[in-house]
């Protein structure tokens, strides 16, 4: 059985919606407003609230659908100089049984849940959807997504990164139907941990059933991850600790500092006047530092290495490294070493979303920022009865 529903009442800003989530968590005039019952909520809000919307952020008009129906999302984006297009299926993610095959990869901490919860009892909404992986091969989305571009879109706009999004409605019964088919369990949440942690747990108190998610295929060609790379300070860096030279090579880089992340299976450990490429002597070897049982994907994982095997030797010396600063950008990370008086920058390759969704289901969370999923899910995507279940025969309208 799918763990997924359709759409019953969705709201989509015309023009400008990009951070729509932003300018509403911030309208506090409308918190009474917003307190109403929901199936009045969004009539009102536009209604009173239009003059402040043109005047905030030029978003008074959308569409909206009753439903049931989905939306299928493409986004296209140009990354390591080729341009590359993600699909996602917007709908809801019900909650229920099947939530044990809901896998996260990302700690959570219960001040960021907190807030979410918060802003969804002062709203009665999530506003912006969660991203989900589906283990539903990407193949058996085509014949699907062929049949929806001759479909005219809804919308296409260029939002202020250059990436297009395209978006399509979808509200036939069999095609609707034949897209829930796909979109089953076991999910890996890929980004939106705080957002689903806080609906899972109103779920468990009875405050909502399902949440707004676009799901993705796993090996769709366009699901990018990029590495946060590591700024440091503390040490001293040299030398490196003997236990190290065990389960490492630390093989010198001539030249000058590197452009780009290192490939997978190696990391760039990076001070002032020094560039070493860091490979495992053995796989073995290593492996055996975690004496609990962890996945074979989890010891390969260069984020792993770094977090639970080199930082806690530098610990146990009395040479604590502490992450300043984490970068997505390369030279950010170079600047604060080379300028900025960092002790070390360690540049990391990014994991393959197979490794990410195989370390998720294996029960193991991945070191902190040990993903960066892009592009990010435009915010703004308004939807959905959260407060009761949908119907054929009623469709509730609720932000």
């Keep these: 059985m799918s763990s997924v529903d359709p759409l019953s009442s969705v709201w989509i800003p015309r023009r400008g919606w990009e951070r729509l989530s932003r300018w509403v968590v911030r309208m506090e ?7 109403m019952p929901s199936s009045e909520v969004w009539s009102i809000f536009v209604e009173e609230g239009k003059k402040a919307l043109d005047r905030w952020a030029d978003k008074g ?3 909206h ?16 100089g080729r341009t590359h297009e993600r699909w996602g299926v917007w709908c809801l993610y019900r909650f229920g049984k099947q939530d044990t095959q809901l896998y996260e990869h990302e700690h959570t901490f219960p001040e960021g849940v907190a807030e979410y919860k918060q802003t969804y009892r002062r709203l009665g909404v999530f506003p912006d959807p969660v991203h989900l992986i589906s283990s539903t091969s990407f193949e058996r989305w085509q014949p699907l997504l062929e049949e929806q571009i ?5 919308l296409e706009f260029q939002d202020s990164y250059g990436d297009v999004l395209t978006l399509w409605w979808e509200e036939n019964p069999d095609r609707v139907a034949a897209w829930l088919a796909l979109l089953r369990h076991p999910f890996v949440i890929a980004d939106g941990h705080h957002r689903m942690a806080a609906a899972r747990a109103l779920a468990r108190q009875g405050v909502l059933y399902a949440r707004p998610v676009v799901v993705t295929a796993l090996d769709d060609p366009g699901l990018v991850i990029r590495p946060f790379h590591r700024v440091f300070q503390g040490g001293p860096v040299r030398p490196i600790p003997s236990r190290l030279n065990d389960l490492f090579r630390w093989e010198p880089v001539e030249g000058s500092h590197p452009e780009t992340p290192p490939e997978r299976g190696a990391l760039l450990w ?4 020094a560039v070493y490429r860091v490979v495992p002597v053995e796989e073995e070897r290593l492996a055996a530092w975690w004496r609990d049982r962890v996945p074979p994907s989890y010891t390969r994982l260069e984020t792993a290495w770094l977090h ?8 146990e010396e009395g040479r604590p490294l502490e992450v300043i600063q984490y970068a ?10 080379k300028e900025r008086g960092a002790s070390l920058t360690v540049l990391l390759p990014p994991p393959t979303p197979a490794r990410v969704f195989e370390i998720a289901r ?10 960066a999923f892009y592009p990010k899910l435009l915010a703004g995507l308004v939807s959905v009865p959260l407060q009761r279940r949908w119907s054929t025969d009623q469709a509730v309208t609720v932000r």
């Design 29 to 35: 005039q409308f918190y009474d407003i917003l307190r």
């Design 61 to 63: 008009k959308f569409w």
């Design 65 to 80: 659908f009753q439903g049931p129906g989905l939306a299928i999302l493409r986004q296209r984006f140009v990354e390591g």
């Design 150 to 154: 001759r479909q005219a879109p809804l």
């Design 270 to 273: 990076i001070t002032r006047n």
């Design 308 to 315: 639970e095997v080199i930082l806690p030797v530098y610990q």
């Design 328 to 337: 997505v950008n390369v030279g950010d990370a170079l600047r604060a070493v």
């Design 362 to 371: 294996a029960g193991r969370i991945l070191p902190q920022k040990s993903t």
